[in-house]
């Protein structure tokens, strides 16, 4: 007896074992003579197969059952059939059976006709890659998880039901299928698909090395179509929706050419996730091998869409799957969305994680250094390291049995997995997939780029003065506590913040922090983090305070607290106060005012200095997504002590308010408004909403002509619901005056009254209502 198919037992009832799987050195032997058409087009006859043969006339590919079973029946590729001249492909999962019912020109003869499978990967025609079993004569007896398998589950007249599986390694592609009816006396004859099928990564199957045990992690990070992603800054951390649309149309074959075409992964290696997630890595940009997206960072969209005006990733998707060239343009949150999508699509557990006062060390010191002249002005021109705002990313689930075995165990878990083009690995633009826990525990030589992102999260902040090309640099302080804080992802079946900080790092000012710091410093084997492991540091406090709700369209206030911590000495303390917009990456600072002091400081005192900006100060000097820097260089008269800090935050922007005019019921219409209040003393003109979400087959486009002061803008639309169940619709607001404002609802969608039925007593509970829904089970 072969081993049950744990993943799907509970399903069908059934279990299996290899039966046949021609390996390279035979399967040349397996290829079919020329064949020609017959009256049915998918019907091919190989010379000599006249006679009684079995003829197989036509395929059902039961794709309700198949759907439901494989969770794949939310795939519009699944539901094709319902749009005149297009035809419906089946999606499965590997190393769970799937179920075929196969009509034949006469009943099939156990004793005289044998009939085989062939699955030959779309697009390699070698010999050597076809796949096949034989069907055997009982369905509890089918397998070797990680073999093919076939099986004769029922015969009703010339109808043959057959189960067939494909192996848990099975590559993740588009199949063709081939069914060869032979008559034992000779003669044969081969059916072949119309359309290829798919076969995903299959996460239920504990023998497939993605699975995850906890179904309410998998109806989130696999079957959730719509998800959160955390922006902003470390003191304003902001929620915006993105719709993944993994079901979508075209998302699915986008998603398998990516991996094909743009990531080259050969087909023999498309069922191994690590690689397959390392080259999705690179694919989603488009540096190396014109990927999906085109990054840009600077403030010029033209011939694209800005990245803020962006509200999931299925538009994204098609426009790539239709035009075959990176799509205008992305930042860290755009690759993430959409790898999150291509990865779900796959079966690949997923979720989006960001990062608060992420660094990004380029010279993989595991320190972020900073460079300020006399004046206290930041040097960009010798900045090659900084700090994001935010950085966001993906995880990935899967097991490292290429990793062995480490102190803390396996690698298996959380991968990290970074498309945004920031350093090369192996010489090209990506990151990971990184095991988490390796991150955690400071082993930044673990494959792939852990070192890389153990900065992100952990790194140093060093401050050095640059005073000429001949003089010394002076470290002028050093913040150990500065990076990686918040770190985000959605949390499950809830629209909230799951932190998630402790995942990848020991809390701050612990031993075991440090101790992990210092083990990741002395395998990095970089001058810079020699330099900087034997260096002191002066200990000076400087203190900003800012409002917690600064509203964009309002002025603000930023205080500067100098303490003298000497209880006996006087001192005297210049020094400049600059505050300027910058983008969220920390890099391309713009000024908006400088702020020079001299105070005078008794034993024991503090010194308060405040200055308030007004909104034309700065309005005019906002960068993407209105971020602010706040700096000071203070120096103390008759010492060489000198003092640089800084801070970033954010103004805030308004929400857009999403109401439903009564209750969402499933396939009926309900009216949706959408409003917005203007927070600027300026009229907003050529104002645009853009609206997505669950069952949205296109976007949705809204102009308002102009928005006065005080004013609300607001837009009105039918929406159906194509389903029962969790949904949410996202919105974007843009005009001239004000863009990257955004809000979203989540909603729950109740089932028609003839959707629900009451149950006939056969369950514990007596007329218990059951929801029929098409969706996540």
């Known amino acids: 007896m072969g081993n049950a198919c744990s993943c799907c037992k509970c399903q069908c009832g059934s279990s299996f074992k290899k039966l046949w799987w021609p390996n390279e050195e035979k399967s040349a032997d397996i290829a079919f003579p020329p064949a020609h058409l017959v009256t049915n087009s998918d019907q091919l006859d190989s010379p000599g197969g006249g006679g009684d043969v079995l003829t197989v006339r036509h395929v059902d590919l039961c794709l309700e059952q198949n759907g439901t079973d494989h969770r794949t029946k939310r795939f519009e590729l699944m539901q094709r059939d319902a749009v005149p001249g297009e035809t419906s492909q089946l999606v499965v999962r590997r190393g769970q059976p799937f179920r075929l019912r196969i009509a034949c020109h006469r009943p099939f003869d156990r004793n005289r006709d044998s009939l085989s499978f062939s699955f030959i990967i779309h697009d390699e025609n070698r010999p050597g890659q076809t796949h096949g079993s034989a069907l055997k004569y009982n369905e509890n007896n089918l397998g070797d998880p990680h073999e093919w398998g076939a099986a004769l589950s029922r015969i009703e007249g010339d109808i043959l039901d057959v189960l067939v599986k494909a192996p848990a390694s099975a590559p993740v592609t588009f199949w063709r299928v081939e069914i060869d009816t032979r008559l034992n006396s000779g003669g044969a004859r081969t059916f072949v698909f119309r359309n290829p099928i798919v076969i995903l990564f299959n996460p239920w199957c504990p023998d497939d090395d993605v699975f995850l045990p906890d179904t309410r992690l998998l109806d989130e990070y696999v079957l959730g179509d719509t998800t959160l992603i955390w922006r902003g800054s470390y003191n304003r951390l902001r929620p915006s929706v993105w719709k993944l649309g993994q079901f979508d149309r075209y998302v699915l074959e986008c998603a398998l050419l990516v991996i094909a075409e743009v990531g080259k992964v050969s087909g023999s290696h498309r069922g191994n996730v690590v690689k397959v997630s390392r080259a999705l890595a690179a694919a989603v940009n488009s540096p190396d091998d014109e ?19 962006w509200v999931g990733s299925v538009e994204i998707l098609q426009k790539f799957y239709k035009k075959r060239k990176p799509v205008k343009y992305g930042q860290c949150w755009i690759f993430a969305g959409v790898l999150t999508t291509i990865a779900r699509a796959l079966g690949i557990p997923s979720r989006i994680i960001t990062n608060y006062a992420s660094a990004h060390d380029t010279h993989s010191s595991m320190t972020v250094d900073y460079f300020v002249n006399e004046e206290g002005k930041v040097m960009e021109e010798l900045n090659s390291d900084s700090i994001w705002n935010y950085h966001v990313w993906n995880e990935v689930w899967m097991e490292r049995s290429d990793l062995g075995y480490g102190p803390s165990g396996d690698y298996g878990g959380w991968q990290v997995v970074d498309a945004t083009p920031q350093e090369l690995s192996d010489q090209m633009y990506r990151c990971g997939p990184a095991p988490v826990k390796a991150v955690k525990m400071g082993e930044i030589t673990k494959p792939y780029d852990c070192d890389f992102v153990y900065s992100e999260v952990n790194a140093d902040k060093l401050f050095w003065r640059y005073a000429g090309v001949n003089q010394p640099l002076k ?15 959605k949390a499950v079946g809830e629209w909230k913040r799951e932190d998630i900080t402790k995942s990848y790092k020991f809390d701050e000012k612990t031993d075991e922090e440090r101790a992990t710091m210092l083990k990741a410093l002395k395998q990095a084997n970089s001058v810079y983090s020699r330099y900087y492991l034997n260096e002191d540091f002066n200990d000076v406090h400087f203190n900003f305070e800012l409002r917690d709700d600064i509203v964009i369209g309002q002025n603000f206030t930023v205080v500067l607290e100098i303490k003298n911590k000497s209880s006996h000495k006087t001192h005297f303390v210049t020094g400049s106060l600059h505050i300027d917009s910058v983008h969220y990456t920390g890099k391309h600072r713009e000024s908006i005012k400088i702020v020079k002091f001299e105070r005078e400081l008794k034993p024991g005192s503090m010194e308060v200095i405040r200055d308030e900006v007004v909104f034309n100060e700065y309005y005019g000097r906002l960068l993407d997504q209105s971020a602010f820097n706040i700096s000071c260089l203070a120096s103390v008269k008759d010492t060489e002590f000198d003092y640089f800090a800084q801070d970033d935050f954010r103004v805030r922007k308004p929400d857009i308010k999403i109401t439903f005019q009564g209750n969402p019921v499933s396939r009926e219409p309900v009216d949706v408004i959408i409003r917005l209040k203007n927070p600027l003393p300026m009229p907003l003109k050529k104002g645009v909403f853009h609206v997505e979400g669950t069952g949205l087959d296109h976007p949705q486009e809204f102009k308002i002509a102009e928005v006065p002061i005080d004013g609300t803008a607001a837009a009105t ?8 169940g969790r949904g949410a619709l996202a919105a974007k607001f843009t005009s001239k005056e004000l863009d990257d404002v955004d809000g979203f609802l989540a909603f729950e969608t109740q089932p028609r009254p003839e959707d629900v039925l009451m149950s006939n007593g056969s369950h514990p509970r007596m007329n218990e209502v059951i929801s029929r829904r098409d969706v996540i089970p």
């Open 475 to 489: 470290l002028i302080r050093k913040d150990v506590l500065g990076i990686g804080h918040f770190i985000s992802t």
């Open 717 to 724: 639309f039918k929406y159906t619901p194509p389903y029962a």
């Open 291 to 309: 990927g999906v997206v085109l990054g840009n960072w600077s403030e010029d969209f033209s011939g694209g869409v800005a990245p803020t005006k």
